[in-house]
């Protein structure tokens, strides 16, 4: 595909394991998302969340429906185009040992001192790059203090390197102090700015601003709307929103 708008549909979609074919993970899964919005998927454990998005980057394959991407079925698309097409954040940080320019960098060409000055800034990673040792050169091993903060804001910066344009978010806040999820939100803002993007929401607090919400249940999408109408409709979201913050405060 020549270029990328990152208009997506989802048609009917049914998929169950290949191992259990018998246990229907989503049943009739449809939904029309378009260039640039920010797409929140929320729902209870096993509500089909994660799974929803394995399939958008084709990690399994459907049982029938289709997902297309700017009108393309992405089965007609080989993974490999499929996955360059997003960038990804997940719950679960990785980085590997090597210095920090390796870790942002990654597999890409041509990134230039600049560019990881500017994402760093960006991200609010500019001060904790400028006290290491050797800076972008300085290798990550178990010598140097890391915080999960700073490793899921390293992983923000890879991502916005990496300019895909469509990301999936896997929110990845659950585990740091106030503080420095202000500062993962604020990065994750910019990055998703002008992307279709899929965020797999945990605190429902953080999708407030999200174009459109899709809240699932069961396999199912239940409710589709904005975090307002959602909330003037007083169901399960609701629900689910007001349960969060009566445990917040």
């Not at 007609?76 to 499929?82: A, D, H, K, P, Y």
């Not at 939100?185 to 899709?214: C, E, P, Y």
């Amino acid at each position: 595909m020549p270029e990328v708008n990152g208009n997506v549909s989802f048609e009917n979609v049914r998929f169950s394991y290949p191992d259990t074919p018998d246990k229907v993970i989503i049943k009739n899964f449809s939904a029309e998302v378009k260039a640039g919005q920010k797409v929140a998927i929320v729902g209870p454990t096993g509500a089909g969340k994660t799974t929803m998005v394995n399939l958008l980057m084709r990690f399994f394959e459907i049982n029938s429906g289709s997902i297309s991407i700017d009108g393309t079925p992405i089965s007609q698309l080989s993974r490999e185009t499929v996955h360059n097409m997003f960038s990804m954040v997940l719950q679960d940080t990785w980085l590997f040992e090597g210095t920090v320019r390796e870790n942002l960098v990654y597999n890409m060409e041509g990134i230039s001192d600049e560019s990881l000055e500017r994402v760093c800034k960006a991200c609010g990673l500019d001060k904790f790059v400028h006290t290491l040792p050797e800076g972008f050169d300085t290798v990550l091993s178990e010598s140097v203090a890391i915080s999960a903060g700073q490793k899921q804001l390293l992983t923000i910066a890879r991502a916005m390197l990496q300019n895909a344009p469509m990301l999936i978010l896997d929110e990845a806040t659950s585990s740091v102090d106030t503080r420095t999820e202000l500062l993962i939100q604020r990065a994750m803002d910019k990055l998703t700015k002008g992307r279709t993007s899929f965020v797999i929401a945990h605190r429902l607090s953080t999708i407030k601003n999200a174009d459109l919400i899709l809240v699932m249940r069961d396999g199912d999408v239940i409710e589709s709307g904005n975090h307002e109408t959602l909330m003037a409709k007083g169901g399960f979201y609701a629900e689910l929103y007001n349960s969060q913050f009566d445990q917040a405060s």
